[in-house]
């Protein structure tokens, strides 16, 4: 945290201030509004629903990851922009079209083309915080959200890209093992948690473990600390654990043959399909106050003892029983993936199990504060809840066609990178120029 805080002042106090004003605002709320007294009589069960779909995630579980990331993608060709914003970055469109709406936003981003590189924050409930829009590596376009719209500004300094080959020895904890690399100082952090997200340290990592990192920093000619860092490639080795990955176009990591290290995914946590009775709704309005209360889950009419199986592999990181949500289970998938399952009957896991895909982990039921038997299901990618039932999956297994051959020309630079058989400097020179 530390260190995005030195890196992004600017990021960081935005952040702060808008947690702290949302806390603030429910807090205030809270003391302050009387239960509004609708003059039809109100629908207790919407209540009770709405009630459920917004306390308990609000006031439960606290995040376990990090503080959000920049995400970043490079434009394809036939990408529209719309589209990938709303359906696979999960970004408010509202907010697009109020960046289309001033000058600057409409010349940026109605014009944007095959190769450009864009940058993003986006807050825990999904809302953009920032937005970088590269024409070039020397050429960029940057939003940052404000207490009312957004500041626009031209990056205009020179991008340079350096590499960076870090060795060390796993003594407690990584993001302590990588303390005293000055070349990354302020940035272990974000390093740890990166390498956090895919590998299951938490589980296999021991003392003694042997690692080496490629890492990337970008930096702008007139800033003193870098731009961006990020992990490109690592090779692992532990008792538990041997695995040498780089990153691909995509963002997730593969091994050298194209294998990814994210277990593959089901749509749905149940054994058959039933009728959705709530579906994902960031907009839904709560019945009597007709404030936007969001529905971070998919509900599911079922039965009470229903089975729920794992939708993949992961690790059991909560069990517990909440006055809202019933009983409850939290599985960590790795690599930013977590799934959360409400109002269960029975629970047949503990904290701190592994668990397989298509593994019976409960039945569902109807504790806590719910209108009827069901199960609420939520996905959470990098920290944030995403309609699970429309978000891309993670289904293949292993990298295919051209997809495989651009993964196995970059990585194998990468790799000779990490493995010290070809020089930084030249390995930085082969990247994508697009970026
Ligand atoms: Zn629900």
Known sequence: MLNRFTARPRHWAL?????????????????????????SAPNMSEVLEALEAT????????????????EQYTLQAGDRLSHLWHEKWHLPLATLYTLLENREGAQHLNRVRPGQHIEWLASRDGQLLALRIWQSRAQGSEWLRESSGFSFRELTSQREVRLLRLEGTLNGILVN????MPEIAGQQGAIAAALDRHLPLRRDARDGDQFSLLIEQEWLSNDPT???TR????????????????????????????????????????????????????NRRHPITGRVQPHYGTDFATPVGTPVVAPADGRIIRRGWHPYGGNYLVIDHG???ETRYLHLHRMYVNRGQDVRRGQQIGQTGNTGRSTGPHLHYELHINGRPVDAMRAELPSVEKLEGNDLREFKEQSQRLFAGLDNRMNLKE????????R
């Open 15 to 39: 952040l702060f201030i808008t947690s702290f004003s949302l806390v603030l605002g429910i807090a205030v709320y809270l003391v302050s509004t009387p239960p509004a007294v609708d003059e």
């Open 55 to 70: 306390d308990f995630h609000n006031a439960l579980i606290p995040p376990l990851q990090p503080p959000p990331d920049w």
């Open 177 to 180: 093992s990588l303390q005293d």
């Open 226 to 228: 870098p731009y961006s």
């Open 231 to 282: 992990l490109l490639a690592f090779d692992y080795k532990g008792d538990r654990m041997q695995v040498r990955a780089a990153r691909h176009q995509d963002g997730r990591f593969y091994t050298p043959e194209g294998v990814s290290l994210i277990p593959p995914f089901d749509r749905i946590p149940l054994a058959q399909r039933f009728r959705i009775s709530s579906g994902f709704n960031l």
């Open 335 to 337: 690599q930013g993936f």
């Open 427 to 434: 390995v930085a020179q082969l990247l994508p120029q697009s």
